[in-house]
């Protein structure tokens, strides 16, 4: 989240698309109806009605894969109709810069497409630069090639009535939410957008969310109170797992994973932090060597030193192009070059799209290490359904592992707040915190590697390795400092001197000299200087009035509440709404949210700095360059959709994403074996896969088994009634669950052909309750976003029949 | 009678999360039953001696010719002056708290006719053990709010649609609460208020929410 949950109740128009927040999110609710007692208009727009419909003051559906153009049309209608935030777009997006020469759009298509890489040049795509590097604007937008101009070239196609026809959405809905959201493009509004899975489990998730990003700029709702780009996590931590890596591309806080052709640490920061010449950009990235270097001491202590390059060479390095994501890997487990597998708090058997061919895979392995809480279709996939234990060679380990109330440590939330708890029970029996065990094994493999030598030895024997209290168990504070960074010696910065061996307040402090550590550079301050723990603060005061709480617990960055908040003032400080002022310049200071940097507000032409300090030129990407389908989103279709053709133009599909083609991996778009678009998702009462909720009695009571909801129109047409069982079947698998007839889903008109949706949860597996039914997964297709790989759960192909 | 306790249990502000039915069935010490799919979210079908509350989903369309779904989170509701308790023919077999109001089943219901009390009761909430002939039903939570503490249900609500409190203060919330929606929903209404201490506010016929919403 930009913003956070509490800021939720500030806004005046939420946008919930993508998302049923109200089932997943619960407490989100709390501050979505608070916002709407005020008088706030929330709308939800989802292929099918949820409890988060029941509650909005408008909803429609569309379906299933076609955000982009939904969203594309509300481009389209703010453009048209003059609804941009007209000063906060000249100022802080990048609407007045000149789009390159080479780029161009045609039929689906962007410049410098390789079809037999499925790859873009994305030099091809380049804004122009001046001779010192620096962007070109033309701030009068009278450049037919300046970017806000060509912005309403690519989405001056997205008209009603073609957004319609790929959505099912009628237009006088579309009409209605584009209204009701685009009220909010002025100063004194704030429309905000709380989105999940729903947007980022697409081939075109990540263009999903940018689209959505590009309209917030447009109408000003970056920064402020009330607005912002809010992704709803949905495992109290999961934020935390992002923040530290739990991606294949990334090092703790966001830093680039190394990769084979750099070879040296300069050739590696080089690549992290961009130059720009323009004084007036932050640039903050232009920092990062120095956080890339503080994380070395972190990791190897007293071995990395400036002669070793602070041992970056002992750092793993993914070769050019090297996708090492679950999809991928998964794929080569298939193949058999992946030999072990440890699983931590997962159920990769029943939550990877293609359930049959991840079970497969599992077969290939010597050994799986499993550590969760309950066993799991995962850990027990041996004696699943189709698998013969006696035939399969895998050797399973299982390891419990402590439940979060039985362990003590930070959770961070999907506002980016980190908050310590406490141990409320011990473990049963043999149970160990994950921290506990992942210490252990390291401990005991670096023992090993001691007593007995081993390939490449040096990165495991100088890990340093030092997390153990006096008792000599796992100590989750020392962790959490070590993850904050110290000053390893007396460091002087503007006259003030800190102490080696105290905590780092702030990552402006980090040095780039080997003399701080810190093992994720956003979490410097989470400890103050002489080492209190400032994620264990519970005050409740909230001197703004706009529940930023900053004193309960504490936010990266720098215990900024509502990050790029310089873009809710005025170029001379000023906030753009005075009813909810976040940040004001009073008397040459910040006076509100801690802001994003000290200096003073653009206007001083001296000192002042552009607002987005994230971006290498300051201000935010209308047009972004960046992504591997395109510099605008554009509608493509899902892998499997229903529609012979893609209404937008010639290219049916994302063109840059990976097509796994082996014959377990097949897909059928517009196929009249499977004409029903199906999509999946999650219920209140069960979470994700259900590994750990179905062996609650009272949860299972209330979701008892697998079912697939269907609209009246479909069963009738398929002879279904209500509680019937049914055979849900796509080109890679099928399930038995229980036909849920309802009101809730209706069929699409696009344009002239009749589509029909189902849905299901993705809670069951076969292993408990016995009779729940299997997992949804078996169903989705094996394809990822171009960008992330995130797996396409929410738009593919199936039949229904009576079972 | 004192002037006593009252729920209020706002339907505009329920999301149907069911944390209420688990509180309760967690607080009361009340088992998981074995429920299957019939093609609902509602789940166990009715109310029994083992769920005291319970989350009842209503779906249909509206006049517009979009979808409504309505969540009514069914417990008894501890009438002013409880019709069971008349109807009971053993002395103490229902009682009421003088202090709190709440309407209590004891052990002793097991003497009584349960299509008696169940006839009587306008919303059609006892339920008796087919074993031991014990009626049981909501408590109003009597052993949590007789030490300080709101009822489980209440105590679970993320949305703060349960509000726990004096009578007189929960009808205040209630009229204010319904005023609030009229200008949006012109059918809210508080349903039976004068009659009952849990107050259920909806946005339409209750009907259309359960059949014996209303008495």
């Not at chain 1, 917030?216 to 780009?229: D, F, K, P, S």
Request: proline content about 6%.
């Amino acid at each position: 989240m930009t913003n956070h949950w509490i800021d939720i109740k500030n806004s005046d128009c939420i946008l919930i698309m993508g998302s049923n927040a109200a089932e997943n999110h619960p407490i989100s609710f709390k501050w979505v109806l608070r916002a709407q007692e005020k008088g706030a208009k929330v709308i939800h727009v989802d292929p099918r009605f949820t409890r988060t419909s029941s509650k909005a003051d408008f909803y429609t559906a569309l379906r299933s894969g076609t955000d982009i153009a939904f969203l594309g049309g509300m481009i389209k209608y703010i453009l048209d109709n003059n609804k941009f935030f007209k000063e906060y777009v000249e100022n802080y997006t990048n609407a007045a810069f000149i789009v390159g020469d080479k780029y161009s759009f045609s039929d689906g298509l962007f410049a410098g497409y390789d079809p037999s890489k499925r790859k873009y040049d994305k030099s091809s795509w380049a804004l122009k630069k001046d001779e010192n590097g620096v962007y070109v604007k033309d701030p009068t937008f009278q450049n037919p090639r300046c970017v806000i101009n060509m912005l309403k070239e690519h989405y001056s196609r997205y008209n009603l009535e073609k957004v319609s026809a790929i959505t099912g959405t009628p237009t006088a809905d579309l009409q209605a939410v584009y209204e009701m959201y685009c009220a909010t493009g002025v100063k004194d509004k704030a429309g905000t957008i709380m989105y999940a899975l729903g947007w980022t489990q697409h081939t075109v998730g990540v263009q999903n969310i940018r689209t959505m990003s590009m309209i917030q700029l447009l109408l000003g709702n970056i920064g402020i109170a009330g607005g912002g780009v809010n992704a709803l996590r949905g495992e109290p931590n999961v934020q935390g797992s992002t923040d530290h890596a739990i991606l294949t591309h990334l090092l703790p806080g966001y830093l680039n994973a190394p990769q084979a052709s750099q070879t040296t640490l300069k050739e590696y920061v080089e690549k992290l932090g961009p130059k720009y010449a323009d004084p007036r950009s932050a640039n903050w990235k232009q920092n990062y060597p120095k956080y890339a270097v503080s994380l070395l001491k972190a990791w190897y202590g007293d071995a990395a030193t400036k002669d070793n390059d602070f041992c970056y060479s002992w750092l793993p390095k993914a070769d050019e192009g090297q996708d090492s994501t679950l999809l991928t890997m998964i794929d080569n487990m298939y193949e058999g070059t992946v030999k072990g597998f440890t699983v931590i708090g997962q159920n990769p058997a029943c939550s990877l799209p293609n359930s049959s061919k991840v079970r497969q895979a599992m077969t290939n392995l010597d050994w799986h290490v499993h550590i969760n809480i309950f066993d799991n279709e995962t850990a027990s996939f041996w004696k699943g359904p189709g698998l013969d234990p006696k035939k399969v060679k895998t050797e399973v380990f299982l390891l419990p592992a402590a439940a979060s109330m039985e362990k003590e440590g930070s959770m961070t939330n999907s506002g980016r707040w980190v908050q310590w708890k406490y141990k409320a029970a011990n473990p049963p029996g043999d149970a160990l915190s994950v921290g506990d065990i992942i210490y252990r094994l390291m401990a005991k493999v670096k023992e090993l590697y001691k007593k007995e030598g081993g390939a490449f030895p040096d990165p495991i024997l100088n890990l340093k390795w030092d997390y153990a209290d006096s008792k000599g168990a796992f100590d989750p504070l020392a962790v959490a400092k070590q993850i904050n960074g110290y000053f390893l010696q007396d460091v002087t910065v503007a006259d003030k001197t800190y102490k080696k061996g105290e905590c780092v307040p702030s990552f402006a402090l980090l040095q780039d000299d080997g003399r701080t550590s810190s093992g994720c550079w956003i979490y410097a301050g989470s400890f103050t200087q002489d080492g209190t723990n400032q994620m264990a603060r519970r005050k409740k005061e909230d001197p703004t009035g706009l529940g930023l709480y900053p004193q309960w617990s504490w936010c990266w960055p720098v215990n900024r509440r509502i990050i790029y908040n310089r873009a809710s003032v005025d170029p001379s400080g000023q906030p753009y709404n005075p009813k909810r002022p976040l940040l004001a310049w009073v008397d040459g200071k910040w006076v509100g949210d801690v802001p994003d940097g000290p200096w003073p507000p653009m206007a001083d032409a001296e000192k002042g700095k552009y607002p987005f300090i994230m971006k290498a030129e300051g201000v935010a990407s209308l047009y972004g360059p960046g992504l591997a389908e395109g510099p605008f989103p554009e509608h493509y279709e899902p892998l499997e959709g229903p529609l012979p053709k893609n209404p937008m133009g010639a290219q049916m599909s994302n063109p840059a994403i990976k097509i796994f083609a082996r014959e377990c991996d097949k897909f059928a778009g517009c196929d009249p074996r499977f004409p029903f678009v199906c999509t999946t998702y999650s219920s209140t009462e069960h979470w994700c896969t259900g590994a750990i909720t179905r062996w609650q009695t009272w949860l299972v009571e209330a979701q008892p088994q697998a079912y697939v909801e269907m609209s009246q129109e479909l069963a009738k047409m398929k002879n279904i009634n209500n509680g019937d069982k049914v055979i849900v079947e796509s080109a890679r698998g099928k399930v038995e669950v229980v036909a849920m007839v309802t009101t809730r889903f209706r069929p699409f008109t696009c344009g002239d052909q009749v589509v029909h949706q189902v849905g299901m949860t993705y809670n069951y597996g076969w292993l408990f309750p016995t009779d729940c039914g299997d997992s949804a997964n078996i169903l989705t297709p094996t394809v990822g976003d171009a960008n992330t790989m995130t797996p396409e759960y929410k738009a593919f192909m199936v039949n229904v029949r009576k079972a | 009678m004192a002037e006593g306790k009252s729920i209020l249990v706002d339907t505009s502000k329920c999301t149907a999360c069911r944390g209420c039915q688990v509180a309760c069935k967690q607080w009361n010490g009340l088992p998981g039953t074995k429920t299957k799919q019939v093609g609902t979210y509602q789940n166990p079908q009715d109310i029994s001696t083992d769920t005291w509350k319970l989350v009842r989903f209503a779906e249909g369309v509206k006049a517009d010719g979009k979808p409504y779904w309505y969540f009514f989170a069914e417990q008894c509701r501890h009438c002013v002056s409880p019709p069971c308790m008349l109807q009971s023919t053993v002395k103490d077999a229902i009682t009421q708290d003088d202090a709190t109001g709440a309407v209590i089943f004891t052990e002793t219901t097991a003497k009584l006719n349960h299509k008696d009390i169940l006839e009587a009761c306008p919303y059609r909430v006892p339920r008796q053990d087919a074993k031991t002939k014990v009626m049981r039903k909501c408590t109003m939570c009597f052993d949590r709010i007789t030490n300080d503490m709101p009822p489980a249900c209440v105590k679970s609500c993320p949305t703060g649609a349960m509000i726990f409190g004096g009578r007189s203060e929960i009808l205040d919330k209630a009229a204010k609460r319904v005023a609030e929606l009229k200008t949006t929903y012109p059918l809210a209404k508080a349903i039976d208020p004068d009659d009952v201490r849990v107050v259920f506010i909806v946005v339409d016929d209750p009907k259309k929410y359960y059949e014996f919403a209303a008495a």
